[in-house]
C-alpha cells in the first residue's frame, strides 16, 4: 500500500520474476476499512524502509495478527518493535530480506504474531501523550522563568 520513489523499480522486477499473481501494488489506499481488509487478506508485511517514525503500519498489521519484516536501520522506528514479538528486523539486504521473508511464510502466524488486544488502547495512548505533553509544557514554563528559552 502507498507510493514511493521505487514503486516503478519494484513493479518492474515483481512482474520480471513472475511474482505478479503474488505480489499486488496497490497504490495510496484512503479508507481504512479497505486497509485493515488488504492487511488482514495478508500472510506478513514487509516494510524495507530505512526511515520510518512511529511505524503505524506495522503496529496495524500486528493488530491484524500479520507478521512483520523491515529493515534493522537506526532510522527506523519500527525495528523497535521487535522486542514485543511479530517484528522481524533484518540487515536492508535482498538477501536478508528474502530468507526473512521466507521463513515468516513458512511459519504459523502464532509464532510471531503476540496478542496486541488492549495494548493500543485509544484512551490508553491519549493519556500518555497528555502526560507527555504536561510534562513538556512544564519544563517549557521552567526554562522560560530561568530565561534559558
Known amino acids: 500500500m502507498g507510493r514511493g520513489p521505487e514503486e516503478e ?3 518492474a522486477q515483481v512482474s520480471l520474476s513472475g511474482l505478479d499473481k503474488n ?12 486497509i485493515l481488509a488488504l492487511l488482514k487478506a ?5 516494510l524495507p524502509s530505512t526511515r520510518e517514525g512511529f511505524g503505524m503500519v506495522a503496529l496495524e498489521a500486528l493488530a491484524c495478527g500479520i507478521p512483520v519484516v523491515t529493515a534493522d536501520h537506526p ?5 523497535d518493535l521487535a522486542e514485543m514479538g511479530g517484528v522481524r528486523a533484518v540487515p536492508l539486504t535482498a538477501q536478508d530480506f ?5 521463513e515468516t511464510l513458512q511459519s504459523p502466524l502464532s509464532t ?11 484512551d490508553a495512548v491519549t493519556e500518555q501523550w497528555l502526560g507527555m505533553a504536561e510534562e513538556f509544557l512544564r519544563i517549557s ?8 528559552l
Open 9 to 11: 523499480r519494484l513493479k
Open 23 to 34: 505480489i499486488r501494488f496497490t497504490g495510496f489506499v484512503r479508507d481504512q476499512d479497505d
Open 42 to 46: 495478508s500472510r506478513a508485511c514487509v
Open 75 to 79: 532510522g527506523n522506528a519500527i525495528r
Open 98 to 102: 528474502a530468507v526473512a521473508i521466507q
Open 112 to 122: 510471531f504474531v503476540p496478542s496486541l488486544e488492549g495494548a493500543w488502547d485509544w
Open 141 to 148: 514554563k521552567e526554562h522560560a522563568a530561568k530565561g534559558s
